[in-house]
């Protein structure tokens, strides 16, 4: 079985704010990707995310849009050494009301090799995603980027 994870966080708005703070991104690069994010999440859409921890802008690619419900995503895993070359791993995020007003966006990502560089590779990316939730949860909550100065 390939790596995989999930994360997920409840923050204190209604979907569609959260929804559009992931779709939207000009609201992505103000706390997610620091280096700039281009293209909104639509179906079909190729987009780039960009960061400073991570120089040079990578291709998303997105498969699926369910406005307000999920997004799903494509994009390459980091070069390893297999003879079968490149390959993505996918990203799905959910978006659930809450009775409370609140909304619950889990995060999963699969499909890394079974070999030390996917393992490696899935434990940055569940850092990251995990990293994001929670800077999405205070810029979407009280505007402040979390992430500011914090890679560069």
């Known amino acids: 079985m390939a790596y995989e994870f999930t994360v997920r966080g409840r923050i204190s708005r209604p979907v569609h704010e959260v929804f559009d703070a992931v779709a939207d991104p ?3 690069s103000l706390y997610f990707t620091t280096g ?3 293209g909104r999440l639509e179906t079909g859409a190729t987009v780039t995310w960009d960061f400073l921890d991570f120089p040079g802008a990578f291709p998303v690619n997105v498969v ?3 406005p307000n419900k999920k997004i799903v995503l494509t994009w390459d895993a980091p070069p390893d050494d297999d003879p079968a070359g490149n390959y993505q791993t996918t990203v799905t995020m ?3 009301s809450l009775e409370d007003g609140r909304t619950l966006v889990p995060i999963h990502e699969a499909g890394w090799r079974e070999n030390e560089a996917g393992q490696k590779a899935s434990y940055g990316n569940c850092e990251g995603w995990t990293g994001m939730l929670c800077a999405m949860r ?3 909550e009280h505007g402040i980027n979390l ?4 890679y560069k």
């Open 26 to 28: 000009t609201q992505l």
């Open 138 to 140: 205070v810029w979407v």
């Open 94 to 96: 959910g978006f659930e």
């Open 36 to 38: 700039g994010a281009k």
């Open 64 to 66: 699926e849009v369910v």
């Open 147 to 150: 992430r500011e100065g914090f």
